[in-house]
């Protein structure tokens, strides 16, 4: 898994479309419009019995999505040049993975959110063991999702949610009793796209 994550990351580099206007980071202004510039981490563990992502769950007392899954990340700080500046950061303040401990491989596409944001994924490869310590005021657990688990297609769901009267579908990826969705999910269905398809 190592070799063929190493192949679909020539670079670092974005992927598959580093001239898109989307993936410019940080976000410029479009149509008076301001989309606030964040990234996160998409953390493989390299396991001896197989690659694993790591995902945490937020705090219910988080004042954005409360108690959803995540990838360790945030908004861009002053100073930060880079999405995988931020990334690391980010990563080390949360769950207290050291950024010396993680290869980055490259990015992937950015999301924009309806929150506002612009989400740039940083994939970052982590080799066990690894000392973890989270934030307990962000942070209310954190566990990993096999890969293999990831890649799988029967594992992507689509839901319709109701929002202020309109429809809206999104990507759902239940696993044990984790209900990951969201723009956690829509990366996730993304990698395993790209590994299918290396």
């Known amino acids: 898994m190592r070799d063929l994550l190493e192949k679909i990351f020539v670079g670092p580099c974005i992927g598959p479309n580093p001239c898109a206007p989307g993936n410019i980071w940080p976000a410029p202004e479009d149509a008076g419009k301001q989309l606030r510039s964040a990234a996160v981490l998409v953390p493989l563990i390299d396991r001896v019995d197989g690659m694993t992502v790591l995902l945490t769950q937020r705090t219910d007392t988080m004042s954005d999505h409360a108690g959803q899954i995540a990838f360790p990340g945030g908004r861009v700080e002053p100073g930060e040049e880079t999405p995988e500046e931020t990334a690391l950061r980010e990563t080390e303040e949360e769950v207290g993975l050291s950024k010396t401990t993680i290869e980055v491989l490259g990015r992937m596409n950015a999301r924009d959110t309806g929150t506002g944001y612009r989400v740039m994924p940083v994939v970052g490869l ?60 829509r990366i996730l269905v993304e990698l395993g796209k790209m590994v299918r398809n290396a």
Not at 139 to 157: L, Q, S, T
Not at 165 to 181: A, C, F, L, Q, T
């Open 126 to 185: 982590v080799q066990p063991p690894m000392t973890l310590a989270p934030d307990p005021s962000e942070v209310a657990k954190i566990f990993e999702v096999p890969m293999n688990f990831v890649i799988d297609p029967e594992n992507h769901r689509l839901e319709t949610r109701d929002e202020r009267g309109k429809s809206r579908e999104y990507y759902v990826m239940p696993y044990n009793d984790h209900y990951i969705w969201g723009l956690t999910a």
